[in-house]
């Protein structure tokens, strides 16, 4: 090491790989004001998930634009967020590598949040009728709303989490706890953001969010947004005031081979897919599997209890919508216990023996939760019962409350593996990150790249691929389960274990904790 620093001339630096510093291990106080962030950030996407489609229909936004809005959540990830981590392991900043960044983020999802909700607004203001079927000024601004907010996440989160990993230092065990607090605060913010969108009289509290071109569901939208923005701002603040950062000194470049550096950045991505470690590619791989596992669950699940668990059509009846409020009480359900196993997931590693195989057992248990829905559709097209109104219509009565029992219970258990997905493939890359000298940043990029694309593929083709088979959700489902288990056994059988620190070696030679 001293005659490499004494050389004039060092070897070439693979393409991830930056001067590795040894930085000191923070007070975990200050790894949880960073992982309080999640909080903030999540509050938004749930209040989406739950507000968002009557919203949607208010602006008259046309089917063939819906999955192209959907899909800019894939594609800015396979984009921003690579090279937001790319730029923040080399900023040099006085304010340190991520804060920036973080900064940058939360300015940005408060401007695209308060577009998407005075996008009605805005769109009347510039010519758009009110009671027209389609306002295109509306759909323009809640795009162009929609797709920063999907930028602003991607830039916000990243640097985030690789803050976590920064101050955790080489210590594997305070990597894995902020993940995993990261992940709490991902299902506070879920419960509050749901909690908030199934009030529907929350507009009330800001009377003036409602107008002429926006009804009840838009001002509840609105409402629930200015509660959003105040919350991020306020954690972002408070967390970046309180937790600093090191401006970081880069190594002294040889002007002679720096020739376009400015410029490299997709050229070195390339490099540093081709430099990854055997450990990182079965890392990409086992994560591209489990989100092709859940995938499809987190895009149908409400359309699922609406569709085949209740018998509804949409926009025929209610029965339909009762069917998606009670997914949307399932996805409450989901991050209760999504919030709380995060808290477990640091324990159960220990007590199983190791990240990997928790990880790889969660997955074997999301693939029997998809497998079940099949089983739960099939009991609750059996046991429906069709009434015949007064007008001659065939309606089909509510399930029993097992059928929706048994869905919720779905719906609830899948809260566990959800947490492990949110927290051990990150707390994993950086382990193996420090142990190469690759920067946090890029490496926590190109796992990213094993979420958006399997998004991307499952956006494009599960549509089709539920056609072929008659309709609905179940085909989805069943190679979403399929995927799990393939996804169980790789975890088991090929990702490495990571580097034991002192804690882990403590617990594991003197048995159970």
Not at 174 to 188: E, L
Not at 346 to 352: F, M, S, T
């Amino acid at each position: 090491m001293e005659s490499a620093m004494k050389s004039d001339k060092q070897p070439p630096r693979a393409p991830l790989q930056l001067q590795h510093h040894e930085l000191p291990q923070r007070p975990i106080w200050q790894i949880i004001m960073v992982a309080a962030i999640a909080a903030g950030v999540q509050f938004g996407w749930a209040l989406q998930l739950s507000l968002l489609t009557p919203y949607v229909q208010l602006i008259g936004v046309p089917h063939t634009w819906s999955s192209f809005i959907w899909l800019c959540g894939p594609i800015s990830g396979l984009i921003v967020q690579p090279v937001v981590g790319y730029y923040s392991d080399r900023c040099t900043s006085r304010f340190g590598r991520r804060r920036p960044f973080i900064a940058g983020g939360a300015m940005l999802v408060a401007i695209a949040v308060f577009l998407i909700g005075y996008a009605a607004d805005i769109g009347f203001s510039t010519g758009d009728k009110i009671g027209a079927r389609s306002k295109p000024r509306a759909i323009a601004i809640f795009v162009i709303g929609f797709w920063i907010l999907d930028v602003a996440n991607n830039t916000l989160q990243g640097p985030c989490r690789a803050l976590l990993a920064d101050l955790a230092g080489s210590n594997s065990s305070k990597i894995r706890t902020g993940n995993a607090m990261f992940a709490f605060f991902m299902g506070v913010g879920n419960v509050l953001g749901y909690s908030a969108g199934s009030y529907t009289h929350l507009y009330k509290i800001v009377p003036f969010t409602k107008t002429d071109a926006c009804d009840v569901y838009c001002a509840n939208l609105k409402t629930c947004f200015f509660i959003s923005i105040a919350l991020l701002v306020s954690i972002t603040v408070l967390a970046l005031s309180t937790v600093s950062e090191d401006p970081f000194v880069p190594e002294p470049v040889d002007d002679s081979k720096s020739t376009g550096k400015q410029l490299v950045f997709f050229g070195e991505m390339f490099g540093a897919l081709k430099e990854l470690s055997r450990p990182m590619w079965i890392l990409l791989l086992v994560t591209c599997l489990n989100w092709i596992a859940w995938f499809p669950f987190l895009l149908y699940d409400t359309d699922w209890m609406g569709k085949e668990v209740y018998g509804g059509k949409v926009g025929e009846g209610q029965l339909y919508n009762r069917g998606v409020r009670a997914g949307a009480l399932g996805l409450m359900l989901n991050s209760v216990v999504s919030g709380l196993a995060s808290l477990c997931i640091e324990h159960l590693a220990r007590w199983i023996g190791g990240v990997k195989r928790l990880w790889g057992g969660v997955n074997f248990l999301l693939a029997v939760c998809l497998a079940m829905t099949v089983l739960v559709t099939k009991i609750a097209e059996s046991e429906r019962v069709f009434v015949t109104g007064a007008d001659g219509t065939v309606t089909p009565r509510s399930p029993s409350s097992g059928v929706v029992g048994g869905a919720l219970t779905i719906f609830a258990v899948l809260g566990a593996p959800l947490a492990v997905t949110f927290s051990v493939p990150c707390a994993l890359a950086s382990i193996f990150c420090n142990n190469s000298g690759a920067g946090q940043g890029l490496s926590l990029g190109v796992l990213n790249l094993a979420i958006v694309i399997p998004q991307m593929v499952v956006s494009v083709l599960s549509g089709p691929w539920d056609a072929m088979f008659g309709g609905g959700n179940l085909p989805a489902f069943v190679v979403g389960a399929v995927a799990a288990a393939a996804s169980g056994i790789f975890a088991l059988t090929m990702l490495p274990s990571p580097p034991p620190d002192v804690v882990l070696s403590k617990v594991s030679g003197g048995g159970m904790h």
